[in-house]
């Protein structure tokens, strides 16, 4: 199964202690890092004590981000427990606790006492089959006019695996581009934005990667198979099948 590390707190913690001050990118699961959380936050129009649901939320990165840019409440919520604890704890590390929280819960599960005012999802419907179904579990997390924005891979379902959200390819669902966007639209949502950002996406790699791996702890040292299923991933966006999505919707 993809999404099994444990342990992730201990690994975090000991590559921070031998690698005091360099954090990087170590906590953003998605391709594009934090600058790809950057693009996504203007498209969410946010107020000032707006909340923001983070779906999928990984170790936390995009919704410590958001917070710290914008001042907003966030909460992320993850099936995964491990990655939750992992989250709970770099949060408390950056002194957030007071703006970003955490729920181990699968979003067809979660009931909100308040509608949020705008949610983002990144990297997490590859995971899923039916993608109506879990649009509209969003949609219902949301105050009328909510805006959400997405952070999606496209493509044909047939890959080298492993890839950072599936090993072996049993449990992806990988969709093209046009059959995401019905989905979406199908769950209640009204694009405002849907961009093909792989250009941006391959300048990034060209950038970060230039001089080999970054210095420091990052992500594969995080993931089972990490080194593979990021080069894998690299590979695929740069000559091969997978395009970057960034979407911006209104409920
Ligand atoms: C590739 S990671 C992306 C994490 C985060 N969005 C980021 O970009 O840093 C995918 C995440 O989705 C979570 N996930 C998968 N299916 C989920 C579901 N039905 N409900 C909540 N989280 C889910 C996984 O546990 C994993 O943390």
């Not at 769950?187 to 934005?193: I, M, N």
Request: glycine residues 12%.
């Amino acid at each position: 199964m993809t999404y099994d590390e444990t342990g992730i707190d201990r690994t975090i913690d000991r590559l921070l202690r031998d690698h005091p001050g360099t954090p990087g990118d170590l906590d953003q699961f998605h391709i594009g890092g934090a600058d790809a959380v950057d693009l996504l936050i203007g498209g969410l129009a946010l107020a000032e004590g707006g909340t923001v649901l983070d779906v999928g939320s990984g170790f936390g990165g995009p919704a410590r981000q958001i917070a710290r840019r914008t001042g907003n409440r966030v909460t992320g919520v993850d099936i995964t427990p491990a990655y939750v604890t992992a989250a709970r704890a770099l949060t408390t590390g950056a002194g957030l606790d007071g703006l970003v929280r955490f729920e181990t819960c699968d979003i067809a599960a979660f009931a909100p006492e308040r509608p949020f005012q705008a949610a983002i999802t990144m990297h997490v419907q590859m995971n899923v089959g039916d993608k109506t179904a879990w649009f509209s579990h969003i949609a219902r997390c949301l105050a009328p006019g909510a805006r959400l924005a997405v952070w999606e891979a496209c493509g044909p379902p047939d890959l080298t695996w492993p890839m950072p959200w599936s090993l072996d390819g049993t449990d992806s669902f990988v969709v093209p581009a046009g059959a995401l966007l019905a989905s979406i639209e199908r769950a209640g949502f009204t694009t405002v934005e849907w961009a093909d950002e792989t250009p941006w996406v391959r300048d990034w790699i060209d950038k970060t990667f230039a001089d080999g791996p970054p210095d420091g702890p990052s992500l594969p040292m995080l993931l089972d198979d990490g080194y593979t299923r990021v080069i894998n991933y690299v590979t695929a966006l740069t000559d091969g099948p997978l395009e970057i999505r960034r979407g911006i919707f209104t409920r």
